[in-house]
């Protein structure tokens, strides 16, 4: 074995390692509990150390430095942050309804970590190689909503149960695009399993890697599925949930101290897992993006490019005003799912239109007409233009 | 292993057992809907139990992420979250508490005597390719009516939700102009 | 492994609580509930045969009954979704969502 293919197994042979340790029969016992502690370690690692990029990039992006007070440069604020958030008071309003107060958080939580199951993040790196796994994923992400749904009605708050209410049909909204567009990954593989999708894609035809995010079908699927996810996850510009402004703090105004620290935990768990979905089905998942650079163990390359996903979230966040509720419901159900029924059809000529240039013609013709079609259909009669200021005389 | 059942077994089972029976009588509608999520859940997970993958991670998808939601909105939309001052049970309840005791009893006599006591079958190896396959070919038709079906559904779930008057609507679209 | 009959019985006791569910709670949508865990009940009973029976070799011939019993999930949806639309519009005109006030067929 070279050195360059031991670095890339270096977590798989450290877990055959310390299981070796046990007996025979409890090894895969062994393996699946340590492959479960590194995710319950790793992700949550991200996680504080996103907070503080996003601190700081938004600071760079707003003209201001962010936080620079704890530790060198202010990386480790989100250890006082976890301080006192484990120290502050936790409050439950006395007419809600602590039971499923008290639930909402943990039952968030527990499901997002529940999809990282099914997520490849290196070669032969994935909890359970399941059959089914991107239909495990959609399944157990549907089930967060419901989570929303209990924090924001047991709170007896309006702006909980508006922010709660505003979550949930959004996240129903979005979610079918989301379904759609990663469907057509699916057809061109043949497979549900995660791991056979980043197989499928892993391939290289000179330089270049065969992503699907390089295909007409693959980039149109890669957009909706990133707008998607953007509404699936709360962000900003569809962070109506919870917007400050109009919401207090939307869902989880009335959580304090421990239970809100959970809330901000699984909102940022579950960017991580649907970027890493989408990495997943169309950039490659831990695949090199040349082939020459293909000595650089793959999970370096998982996690590379997890964080260029996590600065472009932060950076739409720094850029982009909120939408307003009916620009999201008619962005959803007027443009996303015609634009991802019509993406299904294409992958599905494509893939019998065979090899040949023929086919890159015929689908990004149908794709951009769409779109221009759609868009004109779309913003008739909207009025966009500069917006024009009056001053008081 | 209790009375020749697995644990994972008896754990699944009491928890959707429990979920329905809290279904069944708590008084709150909201705390209702979520008790049913539980047993879904369960269900889901007895199908997992049975090695049918894709049935199970469908059950949640589809009970657990469309129509326990349906229900919430459905109870909030009809102002039931609030316990009603009312009593829960219709006039009649014993009459159907007596069919249901009645309908199980029956269900676990013909359970109990028709089959062997015990049988062992190899589990049969199904992958989703599989499904896919046959869902295309064998069962072509049903999926299509499905398909119609479920478009049928959607437009008259909206067309029946819908409020008749036309009136608020417009005014709104005039104001927003 | 956990034998046939006791799938059975699990699906008949839920069974079971739906059906007094259906029959004994006053409010329509605990009633829905109550007909959503028998359709439920009666996938655990597919699943269970489908598991327990034997497999035919070849192209589809053992999928009958988890066919069955996913067709059965997308119905049910369907039903559902029907179904509470139909006590939206009737709590919309009489402003109640109690099965024994629903005496009226005029609406």
């Known amino acids: 074995m ?64 962010g936080p620079n007070r704890v530790g060198p440069l202010g990386i480790l604020q989100p250890v006082a942050d976890g301080i006192k958030s484990l120290t ?21 939580v527990v499901a997002i970590f529940l999809c990282y199951a099914v997520l490849p993040v290196g070669r032969n790196m994935v909890l359970m190689n399941m059959d089914a796994g991107l239909l495990f994923f959609f399944a157990i992400g549907a089930s967060t909503e419901l989570s929303i749904f209990m924090a924001g009605w047991s709170s007896r708050n309006k702006y909980s149960l508006l922010g709660a209410m505003r979550a949930v049909a959004q996240m129903i909204s979005y979610e079918v695009p989301l379904l759609l567009s990663s469907v057509v990954a699916v057809m061109i593989t ?48 569809f962070d109506l949930p919870e917007g400050e402004s109009e919401l207090v703090a939307g869902y989880f105004t009335e959580y304090s101290g421990f239970k809100f620290a959970l809330f901000f935990l699984g909102e940022y768990l579950g960017m991580f897992s649907i970027a890493g979905f989408a990495i997943t089905l169309f950039l490659g998942g831990w695949g090199a993006p040349l082939s020459v650079l293909g000595f650089i163990p793959s999970w370096a390359w998982f996690f590379a490019k997890l964080f260029g996903a996590i600065f472009f979230f932060i950076w739409l966040r720094g850029t982009m005003p909120r939408l307003r509720q009916d620009q999201l419901m008619n962005f959803a159900w007027k443009f996303m799912l015609p634009m991802a029924l019509l993406n299904l059809l294409v992958a599905g000529a494509w893939r019998f239109l065979g090899e040949g240039w023929s086919r890159w013609v015929i689908c990004s013709v149908v794709l951009i007409g769409a779109y221009v079609l759609l868009g004109r259909v779309l913003m008739r009669g909207q009025h966009l233009g500069p917006r024009s200021y009056r001053y008081a005389d | 292993m209790i009375f020749g059942l697995g644990i994972a077994f008896l754990l699944t089972s009491a928890l959707t057992v429990a979920g329905a029976v809290a279904a069944a009588v708590l008084k709150n509608l909201v705390h209702c809907a979520l008790s049913l999520t539980v047993t879904f859940a369960g269900l889901a997970l007895l199908y997992l139990e049975l090695g049918a993958q894709f049935a199970g991670f469908s059950q949640i998808l589809v009970y657990i992420g469309a129509v326990a939601i349906l229900v919430v909105f459905a109870i909030l939309l009809t102002r039931g979250a609030a316990v009603p001052e009312y009593r829960n049970y219709s006039s009649s309840w014993f009459l159907g508490l007596a069919i ?77 102009k | 492994m956990t034998p046939l009959s006791a799938f059975l019985i699990v699906a008949a006791l839920v069974f079971a609580i739906g059906l007094a569910i259906a029959l004994t709670r006053r409010n329509a949508i605990l009633v829905l509930i109550g007909i959503e865990l028998m359709l439920n009940a009666a996938n655990l009973n597919l699943i269970a045969f489908w598991r327990f029976s034997p497999h035919p070799a070849g192209h589809s011939g053992g999928l ?44």
């Open chain 3, 64 to 107: 009958t009954g988890m066919m069955f019993a996913i067709f059965s999930i997308a119905v049910a949806a369907a039903e559902a979704a029907v179904g509470l639309g139909l006590v939206i519009a009737y709590h919309r005109h009489t402003k109640t969502t109690d099965l024994d006030a629903m005496t009226r067929m005029k609406g």
């Open chain 1, 2 to 65: 070279s050195f360059s293919s031991k670095l890339d197994q270096i977590f798989i042979l450290l877990q055959h390692w310390i299981a070796g340790f046990f007996p025979q029969a409890l090894q895969p016992v062994v393996g699946t509990i340590l492959g479960v502690v590194a995710i319950v370690a790793a992700f949550p690692g991200i996680f504080a150390l996103t907070t503080v990029l996003e601190r700081k990039g938004l600071g760079r992006m707003q003209n201001r430095l």
């Open chain 1, 190 to 237: 043949g497979s549900l399993s995660t791991v056979k999708i980043v197989e499928a894609q892993s391939g290289f035809t000179g330089w270049f890697p065969h992503w699907y995010v390089f295909t007409p079908w693959g980039f149109a699927g890669f957009v909706l599925f990133v707008i998607a996810a953007l509404a699936e996850t709360n962000r900003s510009p």
């Open chain 2, 100 to 176: 249901a005791a009645a309908v199980f009893a029956l269900l676990t006599w013909a359970v109990t005597k028709s089959l062997p006591a015990s049988e062992t079958v190899s589990a049969p190896a199904v992958n989703v390719q599989s499904i896919g396959v046959a869902l295309m070919s064998t069962y072509v038709l049903p999926l299509e009516i499905v398909a119609v079906l479920l478009t049928v559904a959607l437009i008259g779930a909206v067309i029946v939700a819908m409020p008749e008057s036309r009136e608020p609507k417009s005014s709104l679209e005039r104001s927003g």
């Open chain 1, 88 to 108: 502050k008071e936790d409050i439950v309003p006395l007419s809600a309804d602590a039971l499923v107060h008290f639930l909402a958080p943990v039952v968030l």
